[in-house]
């Protein structure tokens, strides 16, 4: 059993136009050192008039439509201590401009400093089966304080949505060098052109992740994919949706390079927010497998419970999932918000 008590708070400022935002994260783990850290999540000063935003600071961008993998969001780190899915997220320093007009919305940023990824402790769950040396390596002469940019033009055209983005700057998935007892990451520099789309029909969601990356390889990926949703389903006031998607990779040792995804998502449509997620991946290709289950709800008004499990299967040793098939979890957690 590993313990650990989880900090985050939000302190927001507003008038006239103008908005600070505060958001810190602590973390005290009672079996990982690397797991007990602290980042500054969000601390960004946004004004907005008329048609246009302005923000500069520490902020956390999303982008992506689809449910088993996010292959276009590119602008935070990921932070590997909280969980393996990429879904927990390093504050980005940045400078960003928004534009709302009638033809679409464009962000553009400017990302002038670089946050390595973060990994738990070798004796850790979800952990790799190698210590990761602090020293990383970089393509660029400037380390970690090249200078990033990107765009994203986003708009909606009757019962469609979509997306396209562009990146120039420092990969956030490092390469791993070889050490006697260690791997160093290595981290290059990339473009990335990516596309999202969305299509709503009725009680179906039609989804679509891609991208392009010209880095050390030339890598295409894309998950498509689609969410039905059966809205009273027996009779009830339940929705059950039913999510079913594929992904694919062209680089060989991607996690999902050749995976169909079944997942069902249950609102409980209640007070306190209830909803249960379960899914299975499946590897078309090979032996192996990854479960996974997410719940969450609200107890009374300012408690929160939240259940995450994961299951791993595979028998192939040069499959990334190989280092995890002993780390079957289910974490339990209270959060309590003032």
Known sequence: MQNSLMLETEWLWQNDGHIINFKPFFRIDSHDSERTHADIRELQWLHYWQDYEISVGIGRVFWGVTESTHLVDVINQTDAVEGFDGEDKLGQPMLRF??????????????????????????????????????????SSRREHHLDYAFRY?????????????????????????QQNSVVPFYAQMQQIGLELQNVSGDWLWKLEARY????????????????????????????????EYSYDNHDVALNQNDIFIGWRLAL???????????????LGKSEQAIKLEASGRLEER???QIEGWAFSTNNDERPLYTLKSDDFIACSISYFF
């Open 98 to 139: 928004k534009m709302v007009k009638d033809w679409g919305t464009l962000d553009s940023y400017i990302l002038p400093y670089f946050r390595e990824r973060t990994f738990a402790g070798r004796d850790s769950r979800l952990s790799l089966p190698f210590d990761v040396d602090d020293n990383a390596r970089y393509e």
């Open 154 to 178: 986003s708009n909606s055209v009757e019962t469609w949505d979509f997306a396209l983005s562009y990146f120039n700057g420092t990969n956030r998935e490092p390469e791993f060098i070889p």
């Open 213 to 244: 990356r010209d880095s050390i390889r030339n890598e295409f990926a894309s998950t498509t994919g689609v969410e039905y949703t059966q809205v009273g389903v027996f009779d009830t006031v339940y929705d059950l949706g039913w999510i079913a």
């Open 269 to 283: 449509n209640d007070a306190n927010g209830s909803e249960i997620l379960f899914g299975i991946s499946q590897d």
């Open 303 to 305: 408690w929160k419970w």
